[in-house]
């Protein structure tokens, strides 16, 4: 609790009172960082040099602590971050879990529709342009908070979504993860709108290896850890062309040199299909949803429940919170985001995950089981499998005792089959299960 919150003791006289604040507030600005206080949507200026001449708007939540996560989210065209603060659930999520979001915005000078300039290099490259604007507002926030530099992300919607997956590309070194929502592929379009519009219209011919080289090129000193990656887009998004959402996963699979052959795949609310692309340790990279029947937009799903978040506008459309299973894949709920699991299910209590379990049913044990043993099937959420012992969770996702098997964020929402092919040993089923 810090010292201008505490409550004086009658002990204390005005004077003392007065000169304790005073020596909270000398030690808050020789440290560098300003003081937390009620947290709003709130415009900074003179963030930096500005060479995008674009706007930062911060949310600085009460409840972030020292060394706090930093995300910053962009909106779509037509756009503001009032718009994204208000219907996106950030903020929601950052008053929850204790962490601070960054809001660029763009400006109608430099954009007639507010679009960020994903698809020219003098913006979207390292070092120049919006990119480097928006790189200062993360400068920013660390001088000016206390900021995890290993636990800041990215993410936004449609432009703001292409400005994404580049920034991810052109910083690997600052983002730890991002999130594209409805958006397009890291420099994709380097010469203008007229090859944005190439990649908006329909599909590039590229190989895995030629879109992982426009992420990898973009940093080419680099050879650190790449950043995580979510993929999000409606099937029926008739303004960027879905053929991007398969192009996405094939740059940042490629990136991280994963096959393109998802580890395990879920069915999530609002007909959203979850896959899951793990690495060489077994965790996940890359995570793609796609949204049945939705159109161009962020997906939210109003309501006041845990996974429920935003509000319905142009451009956000109801189906899913999005913003919540982003956050939870980043690891920002710290394993808070999902239920309690029963003792008897700790994750403590199963084996690691194996680095090469396959999510299909053709993983057999390691033993074969008993000829007098009837297999058994169970079809519930991947909460009630950890609880009803056919499963564990690790790090907020779940797996099958037994094979280890990916199956997915450990929720309520995500259902599967399990088969108990031996004794403790189960495996995802297929459509044939006895």
Known sequence: MSLARRRPTRALGATAVVLAVLTALLVSLGSGQRARAAASLTQVSNFGSNPGAIQMYDYVSAAAGTNAPLVVAMHGCTQQASDYYNDSGWPKYADL?????????????????????????SDDTRGNGEAASIIQMVQYMQAHYSIDPKRIYVTGLSAGAGMTADLLADYPDVFAAGS?????????????????????????????????????????????????????????????????????????????????????????????????????AGKPAVETYQISGMGHGLAVNPGSGLTQCGATGAYFLSYICSTYYTAV?????????????????????????????????????????????????????????????????????TYAN??????????????????????????IADTHCP
């Open 402 to 427: 037994g094979s280890n098997q990916n199956m997915g964020l450990w929720n309520t929402f995500a259902t599967h089959t399990l088969e108990e092919t031996g004794p403790n040993y189960y495996v």
């Open 180 to 280: 594209i929502d409805s958006g397009l592929p890291a420099q994709c379009a380097t010469g203008g709108q007229t090859t944005a519009y190439t990649c908006m219209d329909g599909a590039v011919n590229k190989t895995v290896a030629q879109w992982a080289a426009l992420a990898t090129g973009s940093d080419p000193g680099y050879n650190g850890p790449w950043p995580r990656v979510a993929i999000w887009q409606g099937s029926s998004d008739y303004t960027v062309n879905t053929a991007n959402f398969s192009e996405l996963m094939d740059q940042w699979t490629g990136v991280w040199g994963i096959s393109q052959t998802a580890s395990s795949t879920a069915s999530l609310t609002g007909g959203t299909t979850e896959s899951i692309y793990n690495d060489s």
């Open 329 to 397: 894949f980043w690891g920002l709920d710290n394993g808070a985001g999902s239920p309690s699991p029963s003792a008897s299910a700790s994750a403590s209590a199963s084996p690691s995950p194996s680095p090469s379990a396959s999510p299909s049913k053709s993983a057999s044990p390691s033993a074969s089981p008993s000829s007098t043993w009837t297999p058994k099937c169970f079809t519930e959420s991947n909460y009630q499998q950890t609880v009803d012992g056919h499963a564990y969770q690790s790090g907020g996702y």
């Open 97 to 121: 879990w204790g962490f601070d979001v960054v809001f660029p915005q763009q400006t109608s000078s430099n954009s007639s529709t507010e679009c960020f300039d994903w698809y020219t290099s």
